[in-house]
Each structure stands twice: as structure tokens, then as C-alpha cells.
């Protein structure tokens, strides 16, 4: 690995910090470097606050040694006014003299133009260190405004006789499949991911709350399937610790392309991720129109001999962990 592509892993490294909480903007990682030596990092702060390249100048003691330096970033500097100023003019204002940037920001606002002002002001720009690591960093960013869709994730637990949930239940509550572990980092995942859908029959059967409770974190926006309008407001996901949205026969037609639709609806709301966690039904909607990006598979150390069956999915696993008892296993859409 050369000094670019070490300092780009780098970048890439800090910018999970920014996890959950820049968007809709990218979280991008920045690091500046004089002599062979880092002297600045940042990562994205939250959406309106600093950017990547604003935190890692600003942490510059000595800020003369910039006028030597070399930046490196994970996705082109914005050359556009949003929240804040561009970076690329903040570069060009310390006279920064060299930028390497893992990979171009296609969205239609920046899409090479902070690379062109860059060059116009004389910086020596380097483009595609460790590009496609950059690109699935950038996943979500790059889904939202390319594919006009929130970077889908599917979810579920299902036993080890391949059911998700039992026929029927005593109480309206989760019948566990993992164990606590497993459960603890679904509500971390839920902290990193804008949004959560689910169907009617999982918040009638079950009454959750899809919440990170059990995870330091931002809840995610609810999103609830209600095709009839059948749940009342006594339901917990319609309590005050998120925001919940209902999409029901008024705003989609249930006929035909269900997922596409969905999605639709959350591109229109600027969500530029969501977990699918519903039941059988509503991931296989998902599955069958082929809308995902990731499917995340618990399996339980347990049977149910009889009950709903887990969603039809015929992938190859890209790769599978043990979470003590339970397996994991990662999928991915190319």
C-alpha cells in the first residue's frame, strides 16, 4: 500500500464517526499531512455544521504549513453553497497545494466541479486512490442520488427450520429468535440507518416500538405499511420518540409495483436509508421487485416446527459470523 492509499484508508477510517448522523449528507473523512506526518483529521459533523475538509483544516495548529501540505478526502470537496460554504474554496483560500481525492461526487450540484475550480486555482489534484473502497463507503449517498431510492438493507431472524415467527401467540410481543447479542445489534444497526419499515402485521402481532433502545443513538424514522388504515393510535410506534410515517391505499397503489412505490415515497422525503424489518410479506415485496441493497440473516438456535415461513431467498451468502449462538450471514446486491 503506497502513502495515498494509506492516508485514504485513513480518511476512511475516521469518517465512520460520522455515522447516523451527517445526513442526507455523505460521511466523509479528510486527513492533512505535511512532511510524511498528519497534522489535521476531521470527519463530517452533524448535517448544517462543518464538513470533512473544514474539521481536518481547522485542526491545523500551525496553519502556515498548510501553504505545503497535502489533503486527502474521501469524496470530491463540494464546490457549492448549501448549509455552509464550499470546501473547495476553503482549500483554495489556505492555498493548499496538493488534494487527493478518493473518489468523484457524482450528485448533480458538485459531479467534478470542485475538482475543476481546484485545478483552476492551481492545486495538483489527484482523482481514484482507493476509489471503489471510497464508492461502498459513500453507498448510501451514492443510491439516493443516482438511483432515486433510499440504500435499502433487509433484516430478519429466522429459526433454524427456516420460520420467522410462530403461527400464533399468546401475547402481543416478540417471540424471540436470538439471543440478546444478535437483538442488541439490531438496535445498533437501527442508530446507523435513517429509517425503519415495517408492515400492519408485525405492529398488530407484536406492538414494537423500533427504537435503538438498547443503543446509544438516534431512533430511526418509523415507517409503517398501513394499506386499510387498520392500527389506532394506542400502537407504541406512534409514541413520541420518533417520527412515524404512514403509507397507506391513499398514497400508493397496492395493485402493482408496491417496493417501487415505497420508495419512491421515501426519495420524496429525503430518506436516504432504511432497514426493511418487517414480516414474510413485506420483505419478500421487496426481494421479489429485486429493490435491496444488503440482507442481514440471523439464524436462531432454535426450531418452531410449524409457523410463518422466512422470506424466499435464493443468494449466496457473501460472507457469516457467530454472534455466540446465532448466525449471521451478509448478503449483498450487485
Same mark, same amino acid.
Given at each position: 500500500?503506497?502513502?495515498?492509499?494509506?492516508?485514504? @484508508?485513513?480518511?476512511?477510517?475516521?469518517?465512520?464517526?460520522?455515522?447516523?448522523?451527517?445526513? %442526507?449528507?455523505?460521511?466523509?473523512?479528510?486527513?492533512?499531512?505535511?512532511? #510524511?506526518?498528519?497534522?489535521?483529521?476531521?470527519?463530517?459533523?452533524?448535517?448544517?455544521?462543518?464538513?470533512?475538509?473544514? #474539521?481536518?483544516?481547522?485542526?491545523?495548529? *500551525?496553519?502556515?504549513?498548510?501553504?505545503?501540505?497535502?489533503?486527502?478526502?474521501?469524496?470530491e470537496?463540494?464546490?457549492?453553497?448549501?448549509?455552509?460554504?464550499?470546501?473547495?474554496?476553503?482549500?483554495?483560500?489556505? =492555498?493548499? %497545494? #496538493?488534494?487527493?481525492v478518493?473518489?468523484?461526487?457524482?450528485?448533480?450540484?458538485? !459531479?467534478g466541479?470542485?475538482?475543476?475550480?481546484l485545478?483552476?486555482?492551481?492545486?495538483?489534484?489527484?482523482?481514484?486512490?482507493?476509489?471503489?473502497?471510497?464508492?461502498?463507503?459513500?453507498?448510501?449517498?451514492?443510491?439516493?442520488?443516482?438511483? @432515486?431510492?433510499?440504500y435499502i438493507?433487509?433484516?430478519?431472524?429466522?429459526?433454524? *427450520?427456516?420460520?420467522?415467527?410462530?403461527?400464533?401467540?399468546?401475547?402481543?410481543?416478540?417471540?424471540?429468535?436470538?439471543?440478546?447479542?444478535?437483538r442488541?445489534?439490531?438496535?445498533?444497526w437501527?442508530?446507523?440507518?435513517? !429509517?425503519?419499515?415495517?408492515?400492519?402485521?408485525?405492529?398488530?402481532?407484536?406492538?414494537?416500538?423500533?427504537?435503538?433502545r438498547?443503543?446509544?443513538g438516534?431512533?430511526?424514522?418509523?415507517v409503517v405499511? *398501513?394499506?386499510?388504515?387498520?392500527?389506532?393510535?394506542?400502537?407504541?410506534?406512534f409514541?413520541?420518540?420518533?417520527?412515524?410515517?404512514?403509507?397507506? @391505499?391513499?398514497?400508493?397503489?397496492?395493485?402493482?409495483?408496491?417496493?417501487?412505490?415505497?420508495?419512491?415515497?421515501?426519495?420524496?422525503?429525503?430518506? #436516504?436509508?432504511?432497514?426493511?424489518?418487517?414480516?414474510?410479506k413485506?420483505? =419478500?415485496?421487496?426481494?421479489?421487485?429485486?429493490?435491496?441493497?444488503e440482507?442481514?440473516?440471523?439464524?436462531?438456535?432454535?426450531?418452531?416446527?410449524?409457523?410463518?415461513?422466512?422470506?424466499?431467498?435464493?443468494?449466496?451468502?457473501?460472507?457469516?459470523?457467530?454472534?455466540?449462538? *446465532?448466525t449471521?450471514?451478509?448478503?449483498?446486491?450487485?
Amino acid at each position: 500500500m503506497n502513502n495515498h492509499e494509506t492516508y485514504i @484508508k485513513r480518511c476512511l477510517e475516521i469518517a465512520e464517526n460520522g455515522l447516523g448522523t451527517t445526513r %442526507p449528507n455523505p460521511m466523509v473523512g479528510s486527513v492533512i499531512i505535511h512532511n #510524511n506526518s498528519i497534522i489535521g483529521e476531521g470527519y463530517t459533523s452533524k448535517y448544517g455544521e462543518n464538513h470533512a475538509e473544514v #474539521n481536518a483544516i481547522n485542526s491545523v495548529s *500551525d496553519k502556515s504549513l498548510l501553504k505545503e501540505a497535502t489533503l486527502y478526502v474521501t469524496l470530491e470537496p463540494c464546490s457549492h453553497f448549501g448549509k455552509t460554504p464550499p470546501c473547495s474554496d476553503l482549500i483554495i483560500k489556505h =492555498q493548499i %497545494p #496538493n488534494v487527493v481525492v478518493g473518489c468523484i461526487d457524482d450528485n448533480v450540484k458538485v !459531479a467534478g466541479k470542485g475538482i475543476e475550480k481546484l485545478k483552476n486555482a492551481g492545486c495538483n489534484v489527484i482523482v481514484g486512490v482507493l476509489e471503489n473502497k471510497c464508492k461502498s463507503h459513500h453507498k448510501r449517498f451514492f443510491t439516493f442520488h443516482n438511483k @432515486k431510492r433510499p440504500y435499502i438493507i433487509l433484516k430478519w431472524a429466522e429459526t433454524l *427450520d427456516g420460520f420467522i415467527a410462530p403461527e400464533t401467540k399468546d401475547e402481543q410481543k416478540p417471540v424471540w429468535i436470538t439471543n440478546e447479542c444478535s437483538r442488541q445489534l439490531v438496535h445498533k444497526w437501527r442508530t446507523e440507518e435513517q !429509517a425503519i419499515l415495517v408492515g400492519t402485521n408485525t405492529v398488530l402481532n407484536d406492538n414494537p416500538s423500533l427504537t435503538s433502545r438498547s443503543w446509544i443513538g438516534q431512533n430511526p424514522i418509523r415507517v409503517v405499511i *398501513d394499506k386499510d388504515n387498520k392500527l389506532s393510535k394506542g400502537y407504541t410506534v406512534f409514541n413520541n420518540e420518533a417520527e412515524t410515517i404512514i403509507i397507506n @391505499k391513499n398514497i400508493i397503489d397496492f395493485s402493482t409495483h408496491i417496493a417501487k412505490q415505497i420508495c419512491g415515497v421515501l426519495f420524496q422525503k429525503s430518506i #436516504n436509508s432504511i432497514i426493511i424489518e418487517g414480516g414474510t410479506k413485506t420483505l =419478500q415485496t421487496f426481494i421479489d421487485e429485486n429493490l435491496w441493497d444488503e440482507a442481514r440473516v440471523f439464524t436462531g438456535n432454535n426450531s418452531f416446527n410449524t409457523g410463518i415461513k422466512a422470506p424466499k431467498f435464493n443468494r449466496v451468502a457473501l460472507s457469516e459470523e457467530k454472534i455466540k449462538t *446465532d448466525t449471521l450471514k451478509f448478503y449483498k446486491n450487485d
